[in-house]
């Protein structure tokens, strides 16, 4: 097989496969090429992914090494994007009462999902997350993005129990938008006792939600290693619960009556 | 640039544009190369996709054409996708009370999600389907993965109107399994009147869901072209309300006593 049509494999299934361990015997024997061969492909991959802004791949030395495809997004094209998805969620007309903004249109779109979704790989590579924790429902969009990137599983914590899901553990927490205390429950076998986990939602105003979400955690000796929101918004009457998390897009000066709205990058940029 | 280092990008390009049209000054801008190699470059890359079986390039003509990258997973690849997945879904642990199988891990894969999405992309590819259609909340991983291969939006369909979403039309519905009378609600904005979608969900018995997922579309003047389910299971009281529809694997002879189950291939592959 000539070097060119393996390139086209070789960049298809690392793409496919970010963060996995590839051994070099691998594309040896599926490519019929030798290790030299194989060897000098990967560097070229890893130069043109690099100037592509798509990440790089890292080199594990030694007899059960390999290459892993580490999934970062470079900066200018992730200012552009959120600069973009700010400008578009400006619109005066996604002004919902209670101060909230219809997203839901462009949560649809598979491919800006799978951006966001790589911007918060990006973010998280380096920190051994094991599963990706997020609550139904706008979440679970974004979450498999960033699993997707990450390798690694999306566990949904529902806000009803279910009768197709088995035993469960709940809790109850207090929302702060409708300040009603609210429940939620995560099948048991759903997720491994003590793992490192990132929280992924959608938006987020005092933090309730999320907050509910690292006790319930908590029942699973679980490690929430990150937490990550699409958007942030200031509550006009809770004080902040979540301190420690990272989001793309910052929502202010929401104002119904003047149809005014503020949308900023979030602490991602910082 | 090389031959090499350009068919990494293109290979990439083309990988996360699927069913989008892609013209040949884009690329010869893009990597500064002759149209000529260009194109040289994308018979390359028709052939080593059709060789490794995840679909072709088809060739628009015309001062107005360009390549378009039609996603198709090959037989052997999808019967041995679906076998093992299967196998995987006959332990008789997932045995869940009401003849329902635990599947949340499986479908908590995004890898696996992926191939699923790949699947149904084949069977629809041609059906210039503009939306995915799902109900809240299993089918929403799914539905992506469809829709990331299709290149279309996801709608959501909720079954409790949420504050944050907007004017809504809403029907009533009985659901097989409970017999009771269930609304489901679709936000009057997120689909625009007479659009051709898919409808995909997880599971399906009866079909009682998705016979009520098509009696609101009807309020959208929607054109149902697809049906996709990734299980279908038997209704032990009720007759299937949905006869047209596709699946990729069949559950029967769930004997909740004696924990026994059998799963075979859906109907995808008759």
């Known amino acids: 097989m ?46 043109m992914f690099k100037d592509e802004g798509i990440g790089y791949l890292e080199s594990i030395a030694g007899a059960a090494g390999g290459i892993r495809y580490i999934p970062q997004y470079n900066e200018s094209q992730s200012i552009a994007f959120i600069e973009h998805l700010a400008g578009r969620l400006e619109d005066p007309n996604r002004i919902l009462p209670g101060g909230y903004l219809f997203m839901s249109d462009i949560l649809g779109e598979p491919k800006t ?38 390798n ?9 129990p279910k009768i197709t899901e088995g035993s469960t553990v709940s809790i109850n927490y207090v929302s702060g938008s409708s300040r009603k205390i609210q429940t939620m429950v995560l099948t048991k ?13 959608d938006f987020m105003k005092a933090g309730g939600t999320i907050d509910g979400m690292k006790s319930l955690l908590k029942e699973f000796d679980a490690h ?9 918004a200031e509550d006009e009457e809770d004080e902040r619960v979540v301190t420690d998390y990272t989001s793309l897009l910052q929502i202010s000066n929401v104002d119904v009556k003047n149809t005014q709205i503020d949308v900023s990058r979030g602490n991602f940029f910082n």
């Open 2 to 47: 000539k070097r060119s049509d393996r390139l086209i494999g070789m960049t298809q299934y690392v793409l496919e496969n970010p963060m996995k361990l590839i051994s070099l015997p691998y594309f040896s024997e599926r490519y019929d090429a030798a290790k030299s061969s194989i060897s000098e492909d990967l560097t070229i991959m890893n130069k």
């Open 113 to 150: 999902v799978s951006t966001i979704g790589r911007l918060f790989a990006t973010a998280f590579a380096h920190l051994n997350i094991e599963a990706i924790v997020t609550v139904a429902t706008k979440g679970i969009p974004i979450a498999y993005a960033v699993a997707s990137f990450l």
């Open 152 to 160: 690694v599983p999306v566990v949904i914590v529902r806000r009803d």
């Open 189 to 201: 076998r759903s997720l491994k006792q003590g793992s490192t986990v990132c929280i992924i939602d």
């Open 224 to 232: 929430v290693a990150a937490i990550g929101v699409l958007a942030e």
